[in-house]
């Protein structure tokens, strides 16, 4: 089944402990990206890969960090998560960046 | 900074009525205008998109309009109904330049169809 998987789903953390969101997808798409969602702030853009090894700053990369090492894989790096990224994270995955994007089913990630 | 903005914030419909969201953008090298729909606890899937050579696409009760002077576009759902009940989101890329890999969304709407 074609599909994007992140884990965990839920996470509690505590303030400055870097920690680590995996996004895979098995559909051999270039295009990776990230987001947060907000309420009464839609959906805000991180990071986004146009392919391996390349990575770029979307309209919210402060406190985050991305690698793109594998075609499938786009891991979201909080490397010392306060209570400002409480938030609900989003992959998606396209072939190219004008098409269809494929989303995860989110992880609603808490810092204390 | 908010380059595409989305009205109304919510929206309740009786059945059978129309739902119309509308949203305007800033940035005149935008050329891809998706709509997404997300229902509670699932990512966000893509409704129907168009691009600024047409001005109306359709699918089955989704429609949207394009207005590229008045820089907006808008969806409208044709006899609505209570499983349309999602949050809507319109967004916004462009295909070159220094930005192109962003996506940009609209604040959403929450739209609510009662039976």
């Known amino acids: 089944e074609a599909q994007v998987t992140q884990n965990p789903r839920y996470l509690i953390t505590v303030t400055g402990k870097k920690l680590t969101v995996t996004c895979s997808q098995n559909?051999?798409?270039?295009?990776m990206s990230w987001y947060r969602q907000d309420p009464g702030l839609g959906l805000r853009q991180i990071y986004y890969?146009?392919?391996?090894?390349?990575?770029d700053k979307g309209d919210v990369p402060e406190g985050y960090k991305v690698s793109r090492k594998e075609k499938r894989n786009f891991p979201l790096i909080l490397e010392s998560p306060s209570p400002n990224q409480t938030s609900l994270y989003f992959c998606?995955?396209?072939?190219?960046?004008?098409?269809?994007?494929?989303f995860g089913p989110g992880t609603r990630l808490t810092v204390l | 900074q908010q380059q595409v903005k989305q009205s109304p914030q919510s929206l309740i419909v009786q059945k059978g009525g129309i739902s119309i969201i509308n949203c305007a953008y800033e940035?005149?090298?935008?050329?891809?205008f998706p709509w997404y729909q997300q229902f509670p606890g699932k990512g966000p899937a893509l409704l129907i998109a168009?691009?600024?050579?047409?001005s109306e696409k359709k699918e089955g009760r989704f429609t949207i309009s394009f207005n590229k002077s008045a820089k907006q576009f808008s969806l409208h759902i044709m006899d609505s109904q209570p499983g349309d009940s999602a949050t809507y989101f319109c967004?916004?890329?462009?295909?070159?330049?220094?930005?192109?890999?962003?996506?940009?969304f609209g604040q959403g709407t929450i739209l609510t169809v009662h039976p």
């Open positions: 940035n005149t090298a935008f050329d891809y």
């Open positions: 559909m051999n798409h270039e295009y």
């Open positions: 967004a916004a890329s462009m295909s070159g330049g220094t930005s192109y890999g962003k996506l940009t």
């Open positions: 998606a995955s396209s072939l190219v960046l004008a098409g269809t994007q494929y």
């Open positions: 890969s146009m392919n391996v090894e390349v990575t």
């Open positions: 168009i691009r600024p050579d047409v």
